[in-house]
């Protein structure tokens, strides 16, 4: 059995008019690509959807260039603005 690899946790962020499917999309497209989600954490306000995701890329299948691609995809197609960082850039860049 191989070892497991240290994880690699990223922060998945996305925003924009709530419709029915977001998150069941974005599931699925981490599970193909073999990456563990850790946390979720999601909000609609006035017909407004806000999500931040913690997800784990060390098992992945994809490189990072990849799952942005992905991800970009999937915001197009649902008219979302997605992002993902590596959790010490996103911790560094939201530091009060």
Do not use: W
Request: hydrophobic share 50%; with cysteine; aromatic share 4%.
């Amino acid at each position: 059995m191989a070892a497991k690899k240290e994880p690699q946790v990223c922060i998945v962020t996305v925003t924009g008019k709530d419709r029915v499917g977001i998150i069941a999309k974005l599931a699925v497209t981490m599970a193909k690509a073999n990456i563990n989600i850790l946390d979720l954490n999601q909000k609609v306000m006035e017909n407004y959807f806000v999500m931040t995701m913690a997800v784990d890329i060390a098992e992945a299948t994809v490189d990072m260039a990849q799952i942005k691609k992905q991800l970009d995809k999937i915001g197009s197609q649902m008219k979302l603005l997605i992002t993902i960082q590596d959790q010490n850039i996103f911790k560094a860049m939201h530091r009060v």
